[in-house]
């Protein structure tokens, strides 16, 4: 009996730690849908439901750049966006400054702060989020690690002459926990 209840404990006890990694680290492995708000030509607000790992969640956030961006050179490395149709005009934005919130069904929270690498493309509806945990409650009290979010814009892309537009994507990264 002591025999059974053992292996029980070993294959219920086993895969709940191979889920949380090495025993620190949450992978992020999710995809999103939601929609997309332009406040500005240079701010937008989103709010989008997440699935995938580490649970189903909502996510909310707003960014904002400094500037408008007129040379591909001038975006991140490894950017996805096309030229503009004309000298002079924008090519994208680099987000200066965005924070979010991830809550999940638990109740559990992450608090993100934009990181290096955000941008959005202003021909190529295409935006990349690239954020820091700065912390979070329930489960993830006190994490912190990385996601990036990058989403797919159906409605047009930036500048826009719609006020509110569809998006899709995928978030990944990596939640740490003290």
């Known amino acids: 009996m002591k025999r059974i209840a053992c292996l029980l404990a070993l294959l219920l006890i086993?895969?709940?730690?191979?889920?949380?990694?090495?025993?620190?680290?949450?992978?992020?492995?999710?995809?999103?849908?939601?929609?997309?708000?332009?406040?500005?030509?240079?701010?937008?607000?989103?709010?989008?439901?997440?699935?995938?790992?580490?649970?189903?969640?909502?996510?909310?956030?707003?960014?904002?750049?400094?500037?408008l961006v007129f040379s591909l050179d001038d975006l991140p490395a490894g950017h996805v966006c096309d030229a503009a149709p004309a000298p002079g005009i924008p090519v994208g934005l680099i987000i200066t400054d965005a924070s979010a919130t991830m809550t999940f069904e638990d109740l559990s929270m992450l608090f993100l702060n934009v990181a290096e690498g955000s941008y959005v493309c202003l021909w190529t509806p295409f935006v990349r989020g690239a954020y820091e945990i700065a912390g979070g409650a329930g489960r993830f009290q006190d994490a912190t690690g990385w996601v990036a979010m990058e989403f797919n814009l159906y409605r047009s892309a930036f500048p826009s002459d719609s006020l509110v537009g569809a998006e899709t994507g995928i978030a990944y990264g990596e939640i740490i926990l003290p």
């Open 14 to 67: 086993f895969p709940a730690m191979a889920i949380a990694g090495n025993g620190n680290s949450v992978p992020i492995d999710m995809q999103l849908a939601g929609t997309v708000i332009s406040v500005s030509e240079t701010a937008q607000i989103y709010d989008v439901n997440l699935k995938g790992s580490p649970g189903r969640a909502r996510a909310q956030g707003a960014g904002w750049g400094a500037a």
